[in-house]
């Protein structure tokens, strides 16, 4: 081989390699990625602000103090009456003996209501802790609010303090009545269950003023939420049915009609049954004046 001819073969040998190399470093690279639009969707935030997404997987951004405390129950701005049951989550530093103040204010500012959440869970720990609590108050007309959610601070030094305030507004409420059932109450004298009136037992709720409070009263009962206080005391319930909901309510000549949608067929059964659950219908019904009497819609409701 000539030397002019070596020579040749050498620069093709570099001159491949130079073009293998750049191929190589090329497809190396990695492939640049259009930057990420995020949807323009807001969240609400418990002290009435808002964040929206960010980031490469457009998750939403904090929400002040949410690092330290989440609440579940009420939303920011929500219409609230007596009593409110306050829900979420908070790291245990923001506890001190498992609890930390809540206080309400009204739209003057003044404080109405002041009590304490308690944690449902060990609450010396960094994570976070479930809490609730249960805060009653009176406002005689609608209005805006202020719930605040204080860090406990035992030291009472200002370094030590945090809170978070929740906009709220406030709503009147009136007492009303709804009536469970208590077998110990309804018994013969040899202890067998009479299935009777006698049975039915009282408990108080507070429900927003409204243009429908027998409604309002009635879908209160069917939620059957008794405290475990009056479930000591024996009382208990079947509601809620699973299915059953209220349809509607109309008032003629002192005779109420009540609607209501069971597609499962929950309000069937045996007579004991059934009698006790129009029972309790009936009388939270008769509590409202000029209501004498109670009918039902359709008619195969509550039948044995």
Same mark, same amino acid.
């Given at each position: ?11 093709i040998i570099l001159v491949l390699s130079f073009i293998a190399g750049l191929v190589f470093i090329i497809n190396s690279k990695p492939f640049s990625q259009k930057p ?35 609440? *579940?129950?009420?939303?920011? +701005? =929500? ?5 409110? $049951?306050? &829900?979420?989550?908070?790291? @245990? ?42 805060? *009653?108050?009176?406002?005689? +007309? =609608? ?5 605040? $959610?204080? &860090?406990?601070?035992?030291? @009472? ?54 243009q429908t409070p027998i409604q309002d009263t009635i879908m209160l009962l069917l939620k059957g939420e008794l405290t475990a206080e009056e479930k000591s005391q024996g ?54 004046p000029g209501i004498k009497q109670v009918t039902f819609m359709p008619e195969e409701l509550f039948q044995p």
């Amino acid at each position: 081989m000539t030397n002019n001819n070596f020579l040749k073969l050498i620069i093709i040998i570099l001159v491949l390699s130079f073009i293998a190399g750049l191929v190589f470093i090329i497809n190396s690279k990695p492939f640049s990625q259009k930057p990420v639009a995020c949807t323009q969707e807001a969240k609400l935030c418990s002290d009435g602000s808002y964040v929206g997404r960010t980031g490469e997987k457009c998750e939403f951004a904090l929400c002040p103090k949410e690092n330290l405390i989440k609440v *579940e129950n009420p939303m920011a +701005n =929500e219409k609230i009456s007596s009593p409110i $049951l306050i &829900k979420g989550q908070a790291r @245990g530093a923001w506890f001190f003996e498992a609890s930390f103040p809540i206080k309400l204010y009204d739209s003057k500012n003044q404080l109405i209501a002041q009590y304490y959440a308690t944690a449902q869970g060990e609450w010396m720990t960094e994570n976070f802790v479930p809490f609730e609590a249960s805060l *009653e108050f009176i406002v005689d +007309n =609608e209005q805006a609010g202020t719930l605040v $959610l204080e &860090k406990d601070n035992p030291s @009472g030094l200002p370094e030590y303090a945090d809170e978070l305030r929740i906009p709220v507004m406030l709503s009147p409420s009136k007492t009303v009545k709804l009536f469970y059932y208590n077998p110990n109450l309804d018994k013969d004298g040899s202890g067998n269950i009479k299935c009777s009136k006698d049975g039915l037992a009282v408990v108080e709720r507070n429900i927003p003023i409204s243009q429908t409070p027998i409604q309002d009263t009635i879908m209160l009962l069917l939620k059957g939420e008794l405290t475990a206080e009056e479930k000591s005391q024996g009382i208990t319930t079947e509601f809620p049915l699973e299915g059953l909901s209220l349809k509607g309510a109309s008032v003629k000549d002192g005779v109420l009609t009540i609607a209501f949608e069971d597609p499962n067929s929950k309000t069937v059964g045996g007579a004991c049954r059934v009698s006790i659950l129009w029972r309790q219908i009936e009388a939270t019904a008769k509590q409202f004046p000029g209501i004498k009497q109670v009918t039902f819609m359709p008619e195969e409701l509550f039948q044995p």
